[in-house]
C-alpha cells in the first residue's frame, strides 16, 4: 500500500514536471475520446432514421376494381396470419375516394379529371406493414399466392426500398469515415504517449540512476510510468466528458424532435454512462499502457 | 565480508580491466584501493554494487556470490551497501533531507522509519541544521557528505567510496576522509577508491594498489607507491 501510495506520488510528479507533454497527450487522447463519442452518437441516428424510415415502410396493394369484398378479405387475413406481417390496413373504394379529394381538395383539375373519368375509379386497397424491412421480399412474394395474384393491381413497394438503400449506403459511409478518424486520432495518441514516456524518461534519467543505486526494484522504477499513462487517460475521459454529456443535454431534445425518440442519445451517453465511458476508459488505459511499455522497454534500462 | 576469486572483466571486444583479481577485506575493515587512471579501481568498486558483473571468476558479499546475481537480487544487495560518487549524485530538486528520505522510499520504508533515520544520518555528516536546503546552497563537501548520508540510509554494513574526494579540495577533502574513518569506526567496512596520495598516505590504513587491471601490492599499513 505504502509503495503503491509512493508509485502514485511519482507519476503525478512526472506527469506535473512535464506538463507541456502531458498537455499535448491529454488533448490527443481526449480528441480520440471525442471521436469514439461522436461515432457513437452517429451511430445512434442512423438506428433511429432507419427505425423511424423502417415503421413507414409499407407495401400498398392495389386490386383491380370490381374485385369482391371477400375476396380482398380473404388475402387480408392470409397475410395477417404470416409471421412477418405487423398489421394489414384495409381501404374500402370509397374510402379510397374520399382521401384522394381530401388529399386534393385545392387542386380543381385534378378533382375535374374525377368528374370527367365518372363513377369511383379506386379498386379495393390493402396496406401491409411488415416487422422488419427485410420482411418485405418475402411479403411481395406472398403476395402471388395464387387465390389472390389475378386481382392484384398493382404492389407499390420500390421507393421505400431505394430511401432504404441509400440511408445503408450513408450509415456504411459514415460508420467507415469514424473508424479512420478513430484510427488515425488512436494511432497518433499512441506516438504520443510513446514520444511523452520517452522524453519523461530521459528528463529522469539522473533520478532513475540513482534510485537503482539506493536499491529501488525495477518494478517500483517501471510502475509510476504505467500510471502516468492511466492519468493520461483518466485526465482525456474526464475532459472528453465534461464536453460529450453538456453536448448530449443540449442535443438531445433536438434529436428527439428528429427522430422521434424518447431521450434515446440522453439515455445512451448519461443513463448508461458507466459502461459507454467505462469501455472507451479501459480500452484507452490499455492502449497507452502498452504504448508506455514498449516505450520503457527500448529507453528504460533498470 | 567481501571476497574476489580470481575476478577478471573483459570489455569487448577484447579490453581487459581486471585481470585474474584474488582478495579478501574482512568486516571493519578500511580499505583503499589505488592506482592511476584505467588501471580497473572503478571496475572493482562497480562489481561489489553489481553495476558489473565479472566476465569470470566469484564476488562473495557476506557470503553471498553475487557474481552471476539476478536482476531482481540487485536492489536488495544495494540496500546493504551504500555507495558514494565523485560527482555526488544528488537530486537538485529535493532538498538534503528529501534527498536521503529518497532512499529511504524507494525501497519501501515506513514514514515513521523516514522520520526517524534521517535527522540520525544528517546528524552523523553533521548536517542536521541544512535539512531545508537545496544541494546547490551547499558547497562541495557539504553535498559529499550528503551523499554519505544517504548512502548511511539502510544502515549498509559496506561503504564503497568511488573517488568521493576526486571534485573537492584539500580541508574538503580530508573532512570526508575524517567522516568515512568515524563510520568505519562505527563498524562498517569501507571501501575507499581513490588517486589521491595525500588521503591515502594520511590513512595509514590497508592499501591495495592496481596496475593495468591486476594487484601489484597489498599491504595492511600502506602508502601510495606510484
Known sequence: ?302 | MIRLKNVSKIYPPNVAALQHVSLHIKPGEFVSIVGQSGTGKTTLAKLLFAEEHPSCGEVIIGGWDISKIKHSEVPLLRRQIGVVFQDFKLLPKKTVSENVAFALEVAGASVKRIREVVPQVLKIVNLHDCGDRYPRQLSGGEQQRVAIARALAHKPKIIVADEPTGNLDTINAHEIINLLKKINEFGTTVVLVTHNREVVNHLRRRVITLQDGNIISDEEEGRYRL
Open chain 1, 1 to 302: 500500500m505504502r509503495l503503491l501510495l509512493r508509485i502514485i506520488k511519482f507519476a503525478f510528479q512526472h506527469f506535473f514536471r512535464n506538463f507541456w507533454l502531458s498537455l499535448v497527450t491529454v488533448s490527443m487522447l481526449t480528441l480520440t475520446f471525442l471521436t469514439v463519442d461522436v461515432l457513437l452518437g452517429l451511430n445512434l441516428a442512423t438506428d433511429a432514421a432507419i427505425n423511424n424510415v423502417e415503421k413507414r415502410v409499407d407495401v400498398s396493394v392495389t386490386f383491380k376494381i370490381g374485385t369482391e369484398e371477400a375476396e380482398v378479405k380473404n388475402a387480408a387475413s392470409y397475410l395477417r396470419s404470416l409471421p412477418e406481417v405487423e398489421d394489414v390496413g384495409f381501404v374500402t373504394p370509397d374510402e379510397a375516394l374520399t382521401d384522394f379529394k381530401t388529399k386534393h381538395a385545392n387542386n380543381p383539375t385534378v378533382l375535374a379529371s374525377l368528374d370527367e373519368v365518372g363513377g369511383n375509379p379506386f379498386g379495393y386497397e390493402l396496406i401491409v406493414r411488415a416487422r422488419s424491412a427485410d420482411n418485405y421480399p418475402m411479403i411481395l412474394e406472398a403476395l402471388d399466392h395464387p387465390s389472390f395474384r389475378d386481382f392484384i393491381e398493382a404492389k407499390d413497394f420500390t421507393s421505400h426500398e431505394t430511401v432504404l438503400a441509400s440511408l445503408s449506403d450513408v450509415t456504411v459511409k459514415a460508420r467507415w469515415f469514424g473508424f479512420t478518424l478513430l484510427a488515425i486520432f488512436l494511432a497518433i495518441a499512441v506516438l504520443i504517449v510513446f514520444n511523452t514516456v520517452r522524453v519523461t524518461i530521459f528528463v529522469h534519467r539522473e533520478e532513475i540512476s540513482i534510485m537503482r543505486l539506493v536499491g529501488a526494484a525495477g518494478w517500483f522504477i517501471r510502475a509510476p510510468y504505467l500510471v502516468e499513462a492511466f492519468i493520461f487517460s483518466l485526465t482525456a475521459l474526464i475532459i472528453s466528458g465534461l464536453v460529450v454529456v453538456p453536448a448530449v443535454l443540449i442535443f438531445n431534445p433536438l434529436f428527439d424532435a428528429y427522430f422521434e425518440t424518447s431521450s434515446q442519445l440522453q439515455n445512451f451517453f448519461i443513463g448508461q454512462a458507466f459502461w459507454v465511458f467505462g469501455l472507451e476508459f479501459v480500452g484507452a488505459a490499455l492502449v497507452c499502457m502498452a504504448s508506455t511499455a514498449f516505450a520503457m522497454r527500448r529507453y528504460l534500462k533498470v
